[in-house]
């Protein structure tokens, strides 16, 4: 059972940047695309960035691609999430998923997910 641990979140100020982490167990690392969805207060849960297998191949979508960066270390089984100049529009629950297939299109099956890390920002 693949298990997913998320990390980082808390109270930040706007401007700051803040980088989650995600430890993945249970399985080979490499054998999943992995990615960071995020569900503000009363909203449905967002994709905000997938990474590939290898690491090579990423995917935002539009609204996702001035601040946020997703990376990963095949090493240390860890994903991460930085995220530069917060907003408090970025208030929200961070989850971590984990899936098998890539989607150049941003349709993300994701078959495993952590708890998530809830990430507020005051103004």
């Known amino acids: 059972q693949v298990q997913l641990v998320e990390s980082g979140g808390g109270l930040h100020q706007a401007g700051a940047s803040v980088k989650l982490s995600c430890l993945v167990s249970g399985d080979l690392f490499n054998r999943y695309v992995l990615g960071w969805f995020r569900q503000a207060p009363g909203k449905e849960r967002d994709l905000v960035a997938a990474i590939s297998w290898t690491g090579d191949l990423s995917y935002y979508p539009d609204a996702m691609k001035d601040r946020f960066s997703i990376y990963r270390d095949n090493i240390i089984n860890t994903a991460y999430l930085q995220i530069s100049s917060l907003k408090p529009e970025d208030t929200a629950d961070y989850y971590c998923?984990?899936?098998?297939?890539?989607?150049?299109?941003?349709?993300?099956?994701?078959?495993?997910w952590g708890k998530g890390t809830l990430l507020t920002v005051s103004s």
């Open positions: 998923a984990a899936g098998t297939m890539w989607s150049y299109g941003g349709n993300f099956r994701m078959d495993y």
